[in-house]
């Protein structure tokens, strides 16, 4: 399928389905939509968009940041047509059916993109970690831990993250968080990385907010921001910086 953005009737009746879905589960998707000359409009150059299962979040953004490389018919992140056509066309993975065919979809911003709304855009399922990719891509492995969940389940740890600017465009700060939170031997969290706990994905948000008052954190590097970490953060520390 070539690749298309809707116009504001397809938004309109894309929105229209979330909304019917939260009172019926078991509502079918309308992939009708994808192609009705009324809701989607193509983008030049018009890439073929696969048909492909993603393995995680970065799997996703790694994908997407390659077929959206050479668009040239619109403002491609803050593009809320094009991202909502995009979730439509993966909806079985942002918002995949249980094994009663029920979907459980939450709110809209994760499946039509809140453009004007730092703080809810990176909640979009596809745009979110295709911006985050973006902001890291010489070295997208340092944001592994905004990444590595799957497509419909960001996780907490990411929510604490994301609607905050000042850490998610920060290459330093997105560095200290996959260093403390990421567990590359499960590729995943590390246990007790989420809630509200000590040295928590919560408290650190906190920490770096506070730290922002007396460093320039966009120049410290990773190792040093974790150097300054109060104790409650030690059982997180990497070996090597121990």
Known sequence: ?????????????????????SADPALGVPADLLTDPACAVAVPPCPEVENRQFINRMDAARYLDSLLSGVTGCDVQRDAGLW??????????????????????????????????????????????????????????CALVLLCGPLHKPGEIVEQFVARQEIITNPHAVELATAVYYDPDKRSFRRGAAGKSGGSARRLADVLRQFDVTWDLYWLPAMGILSKLPKEFDRFRPEESV
Request: overall charge positive; some cysteine; glycine content about 8%.
């Open 84 to 141: 909502a056509w995009l979730t439509l066309c993966y909806f079985d993975q942002v918002c995949p059916p249980d094994g009663h065919g029920r979907r459980k979809a939450g709110e809209r911003a994760r499946y039509i993109p809140a453009v004007t709304d730092y703080q809810k855009y990176y909640r979009h399922l596809l745009a979110g970690p295709y911006r985050v990719f973006r902001a890291h891509r010489s070295n997208p492995d």
């Open 1 to 21: 399928m070539k690749l298309h953005r809707f116009n504001e009737e397809g938004i309109t009746r894309f929105g229209r389905f979330l909304d019917e879905l």
